[in-house]
């Protein structure tokens, strides 16, 4: 165990990539524990000596934690049943109602990532619980509580001057740029599980879900970005699941109408769902059906998608990817149709018995 407490306030200047605004950061005070793979029968180590690093390793370590936080996307810590019953919740609330219970709940809180540590591919390493006061979300500033996982060693090579030559030699150690898991939960939204944002940079496999979903037990939270992500998300299950159910629309049409949802979204500031079903699908059948669509997919996903919200464009940005509109022939062609869809023809030769393509086009690049 590390624990630091800052006496010369330690401030550092990290661009603002999204909302989080970490100019002002000062980390107050850190506790280091080594958590070991449970399943592996690997050691919980807690030390219990105190140290204060230099003003430069400081420096480090804010840079080591926060610079990943760049997304606009954030959770609430969760409980299906009763809040107070999500274990982080509980030892967090603990530390922002008085901050010198640092120490003994960063035990508890290690303890708990412990018993979640029970698959095979989850690598043991540092656990550090940092308190963090001078964070900024849209123009407050918040203290925080920072968890904080480095999984991954790197080898790095030492050079070193002798009296009339060198010496070179090697050591493990932790690149600072590659925090491997991180959480940041700021002191605001207490009732609703705090505001919390989230780095996973090892792995995405099922296995690994047990850092978000074992241990934190987080939910997205509903916001601009949640319901921008939603609203993406329901008009690609619409259109290339439900409607080549209900109607005869072939891959074109269907690239048509993502590119035009796509487009709708990249240009507004504002969503209006009257404003884009008419932009995007304009027959009042297509529009029928797709309220009724969002509104089962609202029962089963348990939220309700306002009719008016402000676009989050890194949202659009991230689902972007998954809306493009791509034709795959066999496995021969690929496709590609970013607009203008009355410039693509499909037909059928019946002497060869094939289906084809035409595409117009003025210039080949």
Known sequence: MILINSLNKTFIFIENFSMLNFSEICLENLIVHLVGNKLKEENLMIAQKAIQPNSQVNDLLVKYFVTPFKSREYFNLYHESDLQLNEVFNYVSQIFDDPSNLYIQSINIAKHLYEQSMHPKIKGGEFYVAYFSGISYEGDNYDAVGLFKSE??????????????????????????????????????????????????????????????????????????????????????????????????????????????????????????????????????????????????????????????????????????????????????????????????????????????????????
């Open 152 to 365: 991954s060693k790197e080898t790095f090579i030492k050079v070193i001057p002798t009296d009339d030559n060198f010496t070179i030699g090697h050591e493990d150690g932790i690149n600072i740029n590659n925090l491997d898991k991180g959480c940041i939960i700021i002191n605001t939204e207490k009732e609703r599980g705090y505001l919390v944002s989230i780095v996973d940079n090892i792995n995405k496999a099922s296995e690994a879900q047990y850092w978000r979903d074992g241990f934190l037990q987080v939910k997205q939270r509903e916001d601009q970005y949640f319901q921008t992500e939603s609203l993406m998300r329901i008009c690609h299950q619409f259109v290339t699941e439900k409607l080549p159910e209900e109607y005869d629309i072939n891959r074109a049409d269907q690239a048509e109408l993502l590119n035009k949802s796509a487009k709708f979204l990249k240009t507004q500031d504002e969503f209006k769902m009257d404003e884009f079903t008419e932009e995007v699908f304009k027959q009042p059948e297509l529009k029928e059906s797709f309220q009724q669509f969002t509104k089962k997919y609202e029962e089963e996903m348990d939220f309700e998608l306002p009719q008016n919200f402000q676009i989050a464009d890194e949202a659009v940005r991230k689902q972007s990817r998954f809306f493009k509109s791509i034709i795959k022939l066999d496995k021969n062609f690929h496709v590609y149709i970013h607009g203008n869809r009355e410039r693509v023809i499909k037909g059928y030769d019946e002497e060869r018995g094939l289906s084809f393509y035409q595409l117009f086009f003025d210039a080949e690049n």
